[in-house]
Nanobody, 115 residues
Framework: VQLVESGGGLVQLGGSLRLSCAAS????????MGWHRQAPGKQRELVAA???????NYADSVKGRFTISRDNAKNTVYLQLNSLKPEDTAVYYC??????????WGQGTQVTVSS
């Protein structure tokens, strides 16, 4: 399974970005899809996740600002980032769980928020 992320970049305080992560390869069934992030010197943390049924979960720090969604037909997960803050600066990674409890990571996409 390969995960290709896109949509990162440099944005000003209060700006928006939309991240995408498309899964391809030998995919039998994708279950939960999610986004994590890792800032310099910090541990990787869960940002948001969405189940195959559409239930979502968010980190407290992004609730009300970020929205996760998915297109099952395209095996793609999205993360809409609004009202961005400098503390949102990090490398964002998507993670996908498939049948058999396998998990896969994307290569990461940099999000930088300038003040």
């Amino acid at each position: 399974v390969q995960l290709v992320e896109s949509g990162g970049g440099l944005v000003q305080l209060g700006g928006s970005l939309r991240l995408s992560c498309a899964a391809s390869g030998s995919i039998f069934s994708i279950n939960t899809m999610g986004w994590h992030r890792q800032a310099p010197g910090k541990q990787r943390e869960l940002v948001a996740a969405i189940t195959s049924g559409g239930s979502t979960n968010y980190a407290d720090s992004v609730k009300g600002r970020f929205t996760i969604s998915r297109d099952n037909a395209k095996n793609t997960v999205y993360l809409q980032l609004n009202s961005l803050k400098p503390e949102d600066t990090a490398v964002y990674y998507c993670k996908v769980f498939t049948s058999g409890s396998y998990s896969y990571w994307g290569q990461g996409t940099q999000v930088t928020v300038s003040s």
